[in-house]
């Protein structure tokens, strides 16, 4: 167990939450890391909420045992099926003092500050569009926005096989985005991890009146408001930062994945067993 408290913890079902992790690196690059993927679990999008809330429950026991002081849920599914659970009833019984927060909240609040937004898409796992989080946090913050939500549940294995950019997977967005188009969206979230290997095929399919943004991007901004509000975390800036992975499954595939999804050489990665 590590006794340095000085460590931001990424947990995702498996590699999707790279996508969000790369943009910490970008904004948030002199604090010490550790990511945890649950890759012999994944998928998480088609499990039932118990088992969801179960296998993130885990998850954070372990990024805290490794001295993580705030967690960051990168992962659509758990934080819109376990978060508010661990939130409101793990944390205070077991972790008083540290902290655990989702990628939903960030979304929904950049959507609903954005004054040109009246018609809003989400896509996302089957888990996190029938959970209805996003609909729900969106229209607490903005009642007018009105949401639209579907389950695109085919994409998550294609962009893992890394077939992101092939044709066939283009097309599946496609038939997918279809209806959505006919709803004259102003915005289109992308609900889930791994989508934003896809950000630009979205966005052509959705055309220029329509807004796909980078959730990474938006997601990383929220953090570096977040910690600059908690300084109580004791989370500070250190002159040579260190990244430590851990997964659930083989590590040579998490590493061969891994660095195509975040762009950059994964050189300390462990397996463990949660
Ligand atoms: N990480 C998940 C999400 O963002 C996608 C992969 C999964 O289904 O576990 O919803």
């Known amino acids: 167990m590590s006794t340095n408290k000085n460590i931001i913890g990424i947990f995702d079902s498996g590699l999707g939450g790279l996508s969000v992790f790369k943009y910490f690196l970008k904004k948030l690059p002199q604090f010490n890391y550790i990511y945890l993927g649950d890759n012999a679990r994944v998928p998480y999008g088609g499990k039932s909420q118990e088992v969801i809330y179960e296998y993130t429950k885990e998850a954070i026991d372990f990024l805290f045992s490794q001295g993580a002081n705030l967690i960051i849920i990168a992962c659509n599914t758990a934080s819109a099926e376990a978060l508010k659970k661990i939130q409101q009833e793990y944390l205070p019984q077991k972790y008083p003092h540290q902290k655990v ?22 896509i996302g796992t089957k888990a996190t569009i029938s959970s209805n989080v996003y609909k729900t946090e969106i229209k607490k913050l903005n009642p007018q926005i009105k949401v639209f939500q579907l389950s695109t549940p085919l994409l998550v294995p294609l962009i893992e096989e890394g077939w992101a950019h092939k044709p066939e997977t283009k097309n599946i967005l496609k038939s997918y985005l279809t209806p959505l188009k006919t709803k004259h969206l102003d915005a289109l979230i992308l609900g889930c991890t791994h989508y934003p290997f896809m950000l630009s095929e979205a966005k052509k399919i ?19 408001d977040y910690l600059k509000r908690h300084l109580e975390l004791e989370l500070t800036p250190v002159f040579k930062p260190t990244i430590n992975f851990y997964t659930t499954d083989d590590v040579k595939q998490f590493k061969k994945v891994g660095e195509k999804f975040l762009g950059q050489k994964i050189t300390k990665i462990k397996k463990i067993t949660l």
């Open 101 to 122: 927060l989702g990628v939903i909240r960030p979304l929904a609040e950049a959507a609903s500050q954005n004054k040109k937004l009246t018609r809003v898409g989400v």
């Open 206 to 224: 959705m055309g220029r009146s329509c807004l796909v943004p980078n959730t990474g991007r938006i997601i990383a901004q929220s953090l570096k």
